[in-house]
């Protein structure tokens, strides 16, 4: 197998086995129930749809850098709470701007 193609090879494996140590460390989080996880990731994703009309997003991205304002936040929050129970208290939020420490801090709180 040529050099280019080996190292491709090991940058993906390495880039999956990564991905797959995340995830490994939020299942264990929540222990055997995985599926309260894949619930909780479908609720967020559908209400930043539905809420900040964004599909494709980098997780790590602030929703402020992703074109939205604290009246588009504030409606956000608004949405999570009356739609699907997850409240999210104002003087946490400016904090909680990107997917993922939402996501970590429904996990933990």
Request: no cysteine; aromatic share 10%; glycine share 4%.
């Amino acid at each position: 197998m040529p050099i280019k193609k080996m190292l491709d090879k090991s940058r993906k494996e390495t880039t999956r086995s990564s991905k797959m140590r995340d995830l490994g460390v939020i299942f264990f989080a929540l222990g055997s129930n995985t599926s309260t996880l894949l619930s909780l990731e479908d609720k967020l994703k559908n209400a930043i749809k539905d809420t900040l009309n964004l599909i494709n997003f980098d997780r790590d991205t602030s929703f402020y850098n992703l074109g939205k304002d604290s009246l588009d936040i504030v409606e956000f929050t608004i949405e999570l709470r009356d739609k699907y129970g997850i409240n999210i208290p104002d003087n946490k939020f400016n904090e909680i701007d990107t997917y993922n420490k939402l996501l970590n801090y429904i996990l933990n709180n």
